[in-house]
């Protein structure tokens, strides 16, 4: 597609579940990046792929979190045993990767909320 | 440590008149400087990126600015359309640190 996709748009869980959510980046782009944002707090970065490199989980908040990128582009995010503090819009974007022009295009999100 | 200031938090201005928005930062290896726009319900959008101070990029009423320490998103006669946040980022290596954003409202 033209943009970065997302799915689903909202999602809401109880507490103690699973969720995956989706990335489907801009073709071509080789650089993904999970993002959630919280109301009223900026970005925090989750996970970084880069083509075939080992990805950089450095933002991941706890071993709940998880995330893969298969075949160098669709990622998904997994948050096992979901809390309520896990609540957020989760923004992915991709880039064309190393080099100067590196801005982030951003999906419209994934809502989750946990009940 | 790396990181991003955005100021005002929030801003109200009356159709036509004019402001700026301020991104300060502290980043080791300044790879470039992102100015997004972000809609209610939405992800951001990409507007600029400017790479060294000095540089100016513009875009129909917006106008971005670089020194070596902060960037200024000017507005001029901003429309009721321009009602958004407003959010920057600077990059060093791969990542990418955000401001918490400046929401702007343009009133009629």
């Known amino acids: 597609g033209a943009g970065v996709s997302q799915s689903p748009s909202n999602k809401v869980t109880e507490k103690g579940k699973d969720v995956e959510l989706r990335c489907d980046p801009i073709s071509g782009h080789t650089a993904l990046y999970w993002y959630r944002q919280s109301l009223g707090q900026g970005l925090e970065f989750l996970i970084y792929f880069q083509g075939n490199s080992a990805p950089d989980k450095s933002g991941l908040p706890s071993d709940r979190f998880s995330a893969e990128r298969t075949g160098g582009s669709v990622s998904t995010l997994t948050i096992q045993r979901t809390q309520q503090e896990d609540s957020a819009v989760y923004l992915c974007a991709s880039s064309a990767g190393r080099g100067r022009t590196g801005e982030l295009f951003f999906g419209e999100g994934s809502r989750l909320t946990v009940l | 440590e790396d990181q991003v200031t955005q100021s005002p938090e929030a801003l109200r201005l009356q159709e036509g008149e004019s402001s700026s928005l301020n991104c300060s930062y502290t980043v080791s290896g300044l790879r470039g400087l992102f100015w997004y726009r972000q809609d209610p319900g939405k992800g951001p959008e990409f507007l600029f990126t400017?790479?060294?101070a000095g540089e100016e990029k513009e875009k129909e009423r917006l106008k971005a600015t670089l020194t070596k320490k902060e960037s200024f998103l000017h507005i001029t006669a901003p429309k009721p359309e321009d009602s958004a946040t407003y959010l920057c980022a600077v990059r060093t290596g791969n990542q990418f640190y955000f401001g918490t954003g400046t929401s702007l409202t343009v009133i009629p």
């Open positions: 400017l790479y060294s």
